[in-house]
């Protein structure tokens, strides 16, 4: 299937009629992409969405409708500046294989400002060779033939936005819309519908069966089995009215604590403690002081004059050796004149006596010459060891001391600033006192409404309870109450016939889970520029949810991959999926890039959307497929069709062009 041309008139921010060629198919080119430039607010999403609208009417899931009803809906589709008579027109030309062969038709849809019955006027038509248009009578029947084209439930695998992936790609399991796709691709729709069809018909079969009394007995069992279905039902709607609520509660609680952080009300509710903390801080500095002051009073001033002491040490131990010098010089004066009195008695020749008298008088007068200098310090040895133990010992334990003690002074001096600055950020008592009120009045809200959620959770599942007990109240009746054997067979047979529809559903679901598996991770691993990340991915059977395991068999947490990488995984999901469905449809996308990294978004670029279809259409910012990603898709000859979206705030009205952002 290939969308040909899409016509807006009169519809979003299109003023009058505007044309948009849609076919990549180009002088035989096979470039894929359609590619929509423009800015947030500029009508992308209602591209899509007049997409959607062509296809599905009432049943299209768009992203503006929310709660409205199908007219107020087309109501706010018309465009502002139309004109009372004139109407909003879409139309959506496309073409598929049928019966072998190429078939063009054009889904046509008007309506006008408050339309009459709340609808629009449909028509099918179908383009010739010549562009003729021919009414096929198709409008009757369109919703079951659009079913075979593009399913409902698939549609979202193949028309998706930026939003969409980002909710896959934050969630452990698939939202519920992605579910159904999923069983629907799995053909657990029709299984699940025979069952119920089955089910219609056993109760069929035991109402004609029962006679006037079990029939009054079983038409009470249903009616309370239908009312608390029902029950369930507004119970449901209930609790996802409470849920949003909860939700938005807590929004305000979070902003509330920002405030009550960021304006100092979390430092005023902590003055106290830091008070306290202050004041010790203060004491230990006071106590470090004392410390210092006793270092002080000890030997640690002689620090000062640490070079005088070494000095003093120093003249001391040379007058000490100087005095030791003269002892030892009178001495040997003494003996010299020994000597020579010794000698003169041993009869030598005068010649010989004179000589050796001579040595020894020169000697002598050798010695007195050697004048010392006079002594003034007077320090005794023992003096001397007293101040040698005070400079080697005592003054370097004061000094090593007096350093830990200003190390810790510093430290404690640094924690006072902070203290200090962190009691001037503190918030007034009468603004702390505002701020704690409106916390506590979020907090006293998000209770009251989790409380409120968490008793329509409980009585939801006490509904559960009584619809299953009613069910099996339903078939314990008809066991034993009802003996006709030829329904019976009818009743019993269902029954097993269930039982083989549970193998089938159940080995169904492993077969083509285990395909959707291998391309999930094929397509996963194409897209990763970490090959080795992961190696396969493994789907659960019932919460549809992907487990991720490496090369070892180990499971990947999510948590270890970045947003950009969940982000690949919820794309490769979707399009695993859209390969599985056998259905050779176009993609749109919408906000295609979100915020993947660059990395990411050239893979994306140069991997994914020339490959995600044989028609891509891209609905972009400038900021998304920016110059660099463009020239790659432009050099890569990927590109069939560039519009640009150019939106004027003035009139509130956008015009498509040929062209792009460059």
Known sequence: MIFLELVLQNFGPYYGRQIIKLDPRNNDSSSPIILFGGMNGGGKTTLMDAIRLALYGPRAQCSTRGNL???????????????????????????????????????????????????????????????????????????????????????????????????????????????????????????ERLAEDLEILVNRKRKELADTKDLANLEEIEQRLQQQTEEKQATQEQLEHIKSKLESAEEKQTIALDKFISEGGKIAGERSQLEKQQAQVTAEIEQVRQAMCQLAADVLPLVLIQPLLVQVQKTGESEIRSSQTQIARSVLLERNERLINKIAQLRLSSEKFDKIKFLIQEESELLASNNDEEAWLLADAELLAQLSNIMSYSLEAAKSSAQQQLGVLGTKEEEIVTLERQLQTAASPEIYQKLHDVHTEAQNKVAEIKVEYEAKRRCLIELDAAIEKSKKNLKKYTDQNIDRKSKEHIIAASAKVQQTLKLFRERLTLKKLNKLEVEVTECF??????????????????????????????????????????????????????????????????????????????????????????????????????????????????????????????????????????
Request: net charge negative; aromatic share 8%; hydrophobic share 40%.
């Open 69 to 191: 009803s199908y007219s107020d809906f087309l109501t706010q589709c018309v465009s502002s500046s139309t004109p009372p008579i004139e109407k909003t027109r879409i139309e959506l030309a496309f073409e598929h294989i049928e019966n072998d062969k190429p078939v063009r038709y054009r889904i046509v849809r008007t309506w006008e400002k408050n339309p009459k019955d709340g609808k629009d006027h449909l028509g099918i038509l179908d383009i010739g060779a010549n562009d003729e248009w021919l009414d096929i009578g198709l409008v009757s029947i369109w919703d079951e033939y659009v079913e075979n084209l593009i399913p409902l439930g698939i549609s979202n695998l193949f028309l998706f936005d930026g939003e969409q992936v980002k909710e896959l790609a934050q969630q452990e399991i698939p939202p519920q819309n992605v579910v159904e796709a999923i069983r629907g691709l799995l053909g657990l729709e029709l299984a």
């Open 525 to 662: 691993r194409y897209l990763l520029h970490k090959s080795d990340l992961v190696h396969r991915i493994v789907i659960d059977t019932d919460t549809f949810g992907l487990s991720l395991y490496d090369l070892q068999g180990k499971m990947v947490p999510k948590h270890r991959l970045s947003a950009g990488e969940k982000q690949l995984l919820a794309i490769a999901f979707l399009w695993g999926l859209a390969r599985v469905s056998g259905h050779h449809l176009p993609v749109a996308i919408d906000t295609p890039l979100g915020r993947l990294d660059s990395s990411h978004r050239t893979n994306l670029v140069e991997r994914y959307f020339p490959s995600a279809s044989h028609q891509v259409i891209l609905l972009s910012t400038d900021t998304e497929i920016a110059e660099k990603e463009f020239k790659a898709l432009q050099e890569n000859d990927a590109i069939a069709r560039k519009y640009l979206l150019q939106y004027d705030s003035s009139t509130r009205q956008t015009t498509v062009k040929e062209g792009y952002f460059w």
